[in-house]
């Protein structure tokens, strides 16, 4: 699988190199390869080296000058001083903000980086790009294709590219524009549809084979660090661009199922990735970004689920952006014939082959789950006392005793709870959980704490039974007891509308609460909230 046989660089050994971007997915694979190199390296990110978490690739304390700095606001002078090099990683990766915000660090600070390293005298300043803003064609991109951009991030890079080259500075510069990067470390863009058959698979005993859609080619992320060591200091690489990809276009079914089979998951009957089908259906919706609103905090409340039931820390988070839609819609095959010509070669030629590394490294170290045997042994040892909880917000408004009811003067009532069930074994048509959360009383409490149970009596009148005690602003205890009435003809307001008295430390009634839960508001962000406790 392995065809890199070495990793080249035109740097004398013991060369000082500046890596932006440090602590970032290729950043520390290009810090890695650096080092292999005999290169000494000045690590810039705007993590500090106390926090960044790098598995044992380098130690941020003892192999490279490890420097904390927010480079838009850095003496940037002063960062590459005594080096010969920049290989700049650094970028605000994102397909859901604005150009205003992403230019200051994906375009201004290239030109105000490059000016610095021009004015040291740095010998060369090699710049990491983006491969999908090549206008849509059939075929291989080549570096000399036209560029169009679809969205505000890979405009920030078109234009990042047009700084250098219409620089007139005397340090050299080199463009890498990679494809789609994947690999052990990387947790943004490509690598979010590692977290897609995790989340099928908690609905499924085994996912479909998907097959066909529009193809690309990706890029390992040790490729994309060993393409920027080997065009370092490297004169027929000067004012040049170059792709970075391997060699295997694949449909975007392909990939999803390849994703699939490294997981170790049992892959169905193959069927077509719904390429027309699909934009007919979502060309509807593409400007209504309410639908991607609900569909983001849907994936990344059952990715937390999933989170919390394998016991992971993950950095990887399911995305669905407006944006990333255009990457599934036309085909993007990069040609990486001109970096090859200098004699670079890809560790991996085929997404299928860096893909079971990959993700047997984000099971390692607890960004995804395993479902071998012991794993699932273990998962249901631990559900014999396992339950859930979830999120819930309830407002309206109080009266206290005191008040004139015809008046029709009322407080802001609301009530934000976290509810626990703890043991599902118990859970029949009685459930009995724990509750804590903030209460807010206009004119009695503000946000005040409150503690209690929730109980669920599917067969009694009391259906929905909240009880709960809270101190006022002057100190003193008070209770509220919260029902709803069971109505089989009424269901929605049985769920969804509770009320009950206020009571003081001497158990007199000093008001009455009427609560709902907004279905329209709150069903989502509730939904999505639901979590494994044990």
């Not at 075929?139 to 234009?159: C, H, M, W, Y």
């Not at 977290?195 to 479909?208: E, I, K, Q, S």
């Not at 979502?282 to 999933?306: C, H, K, M, T, Y």
């Not at 009532?413 to 069930?421: G, H, I, P, S, V």
Request: glycine share 8%.
């Amino acid at each position: 699988m392995s065809t890199q046989e070495g990793l080249k660089t035109n740097l004398e050994p013991g060369t000082l190199v500046l890596v932006t971007g440090a602590a970032g997915g290729v950043g520390r694979h290009v810090v890695r390869k650096a080092l292999d190199a005999g290169l000494r390296v000045r690590a810039i990110d705007r993590v500090a080296a106390t926090e960044v978490e790098l598995h044992g690739l380098f130690d941020p304390h003892e192999d490279v000058d490890w420097r904390y700095a927010e480079l838009s606001a850095a003496n940037l002078d002063a960062l590459v001083d005594g080096c010969a090099a920049v290989v700049h990683t650094a970028a605000l990766v994102s397909l859901s903000e604005s150009y205003p915000e992403l230019a200051g660090v994906n375009v201004e600070l290239v030109r105000e980086l490059y000016e610095a390293a021009d004015r040291a005298g740095l010998e060369h300043f090699v710049h990491f790009s983006c491969g999908a803003i090549y206008r849509p064609q059939s075929g291989l991109r080549s570096e000399d294709d036209p560029v169009e951009a679809s969205n505000a991030f890979e405009q920030t890079k078109i234009d990042s590219e047009e700084v250098l080259a219409s620089t007139s500075g005397e340090t050299h510069w080199t463009v890498l524009r990679p494809a789609l990067i994947y690999g052990p470390h990387c947790a943004k863009m490509g690598a979010s549809i590692a977290t897609l058959p995790p989340l099928v698979r908690g609905f499924m005993p085994y996912l479909p084979g998907i097959t066909g859609g529009p193809r690309t080619n990706w890029c390992y992320v040790e490729d994309a660090a060993s393409a920027a060591l080997w065009v370092l200091g490297n004169e027929e690489a000067f004012e040049r661009t170059f792709n970075v990809a391997d060699d295997t276009p694949l449909g975007f079914g392909e990939v999803i199922t390849s994703i699939t089979e490294a997981y170790g998951l049992e892959v169905g009957p193959l069927v077509p990735f719904p390429n027309t089908a699909l934009w007919t259906a979502l060309s509807p919706l593409i400007d209504r970004e309410w639908i991607f609103d609900l569909a983001r905090q849907l994936l990344r409340g059952l990715w937390n689920r999933v989170q919390h039931q394998y016991e992971l820390h993950s950095p990887l988070r399911p995305r669905v952006d407006r944006n990333a839609l255009f990457y599934v819609e036309k085909d993007n095959i990069l040609g990486a014939d001109a970096l090859k010509a200098l004699g670079w070669k890809a560790k991996y030629t085929d997404f299928r082959q860096g893909i079971v590394e990959t993700i047997r490294w984000y099971q390692d170290h607890g960004w995804a789950p395993r479902f071998d045997t012991e794993t699932r042994v273990r998962l249901k040892d631990r559900k014999q006392n396992v339950g859930f909880g979830f999120r819930q917000v309830l407002e309206g408004e109080w009266r206290d005793a005191e008040r004139d009811d015809t008046s029709g003067k009322a407080g802001r009532a609301r009530l934000t709870l976290q509810a626990e069930f703890p043991n599902v074994g118990r859970l029949a048509r009685d459930l009995e959980g724990n509750i804590d959360g903030t209460l807010t009383l206009e004119g009695l409490v503000e946000h005040a704490e409150v503690r209690g149970t929730i109980r669920v009596r599917l067969l009694s009148e009391d259906g929905i039974e909240y009880e709960m005690g809270f101190d006022a602003a002057d100190g003193t205890p008070h209770r509220i007891r919260l029902c709803s009435k069971v109505d089989p003809l009424h269901p929605v307001e049985w769920v969804t509308h509770v009320d009950g008295p206020i009571t003081g430390h001497d158990a007199e009634v000093v008001g009455h609460v009427d609560l709902r839960f907004h279905l329209r508001s709150q069903l989502v962000p509730t939904v999505a909230s639901v979590r494994i406790v044990h």
